[in-house]
């Protein structure tokens, strides 16, 4: 008799775990239920404000110191009041008429913007100033040296032949009430040997250290010392709309 009851007892204490283990169950499966969505909705909420955090920037194609103004040109409609100055860069005296291979510039803007799409920015190229985005960062430039060089004297060495290839840089930053410039400095970039090479290196200089030093090869190192001066003006806090932008400055190879 003793031992049914303990055995009834034994049973009924089983059942009151199994009760309890699913009513536990059930709870966290309602839980679930409810907050599964909410963290969904979260995430994409999450993910939703990181892309409108991803900055951007706006790359108009540089011009020329003696270009003529454009006024169907999207960037004659931003750039050319702060790039401006740039024709006083050559000196004092009148510069010669400037002309630049369209290629060369074209390097400039597709080499800039595959630099900055490596650092996750959004590039727009060329857009309608009405389509940039507010607190975007517009880059204007204006040539205002470009010299071919000669190859031959680039193998001879001794800084013979050097191409040049000079352009002033403004950074602007879209507002609500336009445009601000935050940044500009002039880069200043020249292609040559310093040293005659041996008889044994002529080739191999040749065919490679030449399309450095080509003005298509100084637009990509123009392009990539801008999208560094980017990266570090954009990890700054952003100049306020009243605060004046900082004095140009020269960077040199």
Partial sequence: MRF????????RITLAHISFIL???LLITTLETFAYPNARQQSA??????????PTVAIFRFALQSETTDVAAPSSQVCSQYTSD????AGSAAP????VEPKILDAI?????????KKKVAVLLDPDPDAIPVGSTVVCGRIFKARKGSAAGRMFGLGLGAS???????????????????????LKLKGRNLFPPGASTAVVQATIMEKRQNL?????????????RLDGDMRQPRLAAQDAPRPAKEASR
Avoid at 96 to 99: G, V
């Fill in 4 to 11: 049914r009851r303990k055995t009834i007892r034994r049973k």
């Fill in 23 to 25: 009513t536990c169950t």
């Fill in 45 to 54: 909420n999450d993910a939703s404000t990181s892309a409108s955090r991803q």
């Fill in 86 to 89: 740039a024709n006083a860069r």
């Fill in 96 to 99: 010669d008429r400037l002309t």
């Fill in 109 to 117: 803007s597709n080499e800039l913007r595959q630099a900055l799409s």
């Fill in 164 to 186: 040049h290839l000079n352009a002033h840089i403004v950074l602007l930053s879209k507002t609500e009430g336009g445009f601000t410039p935050t940044d500009s400095f002039d």
């Fill in 216 to 228: 298509q090869g100084l637009a990509r190192k123009l392009a990539d010392k801008v999208a560094k």
